[in-house]
Each structure stands twice: as structure tokens, then as C-alpha cells.
């Protein structure tokens, strides 16, 4: 499985981005997704994430209000659409995806695309 973001760019403050990630190979065997960021000097952290049919989503409190994350099965592309942009949202933005067959399991992450929010 390929992982590919687009999307990303520099914002003011208070602007709005949406994030694609673009899913390619054994897709059928993907279930949930996520979007992880990772800002300088600290850890990843999950942003968003959403089941494989989309019915349900979870999101990190500092995010929460602000970004929507959902999926289009049939383009095998995830979306966050990040809203109302902080300077703190300035990371690095991850696509994961949680892929499973048979008896075997494995965790597909993407190239990463710079979010830059301005003050």
C-alpha cells in the first residue's frame, strides 16, 4: 500500500486547509485511517482518526470542533479538513493506515505533508 498527502501549504491564522491522502495497492485489506502530526522537537501524536466504513470518528481534544476527517472508499482517498487554524497547528501531517489480511497485519504511514499556520 502507497500513501500519498497532498494538501498542505502555509496559512494565516484563522484560515482553512484540506488535506487528501491518496491510498494506492492492497487497498481492500485498509480498515480504520488516521492523520498523525509530528511539530519540531516533539512526538507524533494522532489528530484524527475513522473507522473503514466512516460511521465513526475520533479526534484529539486540541483539534476537536475544528477538523473533520472522512474517508471516500470508492477513491481510496482520506481527507482532514482543518478549520479556524492555529499557529500551534503547524506540523507535519501524516496519513496512517491500519491494513490487515488473513493473518497478516501492518501499519502504512505516508510521506508527510509541512502545514505552516502564520500569525
Known amino acids: 500500500v502507497q500513501l500519498v498527502e497532498s494538501g498542505g501549504g502555509l496559512v494565516q491564522a484563522g484560515g482553512s486547509l484540506r488535506l487528501s491522502c491518496a491510498a494506492s495497492?492492497?487497498?481492500?485489506?485498509?480498515?480504520?485511517m488516521g492523520w498523525y502530526r509530528q511539530a519540531p522537537g516533539k512526538q507524533r501524536e494522532l489528530v484524527a482518526a475513522i473507522t473503514s466504513g466512516g460511521g465513526s470518528t475520533n479526534y484529539a481534544d486540541s483539534v476537536k470542533g475544528r477538523f473533520t476527517i472522512s474517508r471516500d472508499n470508492a477513491w481510496n482517498t482520506l481527507y482532514l479538513q482543518m478549520n479556524s487554524l492555529k499557529p500551534e497547528d503547524t506540523a507535519v501531517y501524516y496519513c496512517n493506515a491500519d491494513w490487515s489480511w488473513v493473518t497478516q497485519r501492518r501499519t502504512y504511514w505516508g510521506q508527510g505533508t509541512q502545514v505552516t499556520v502564520s500569525s
Open positions: 495497492g492492497s487497498t481492500f485489506a485498509i480498515n480504520a
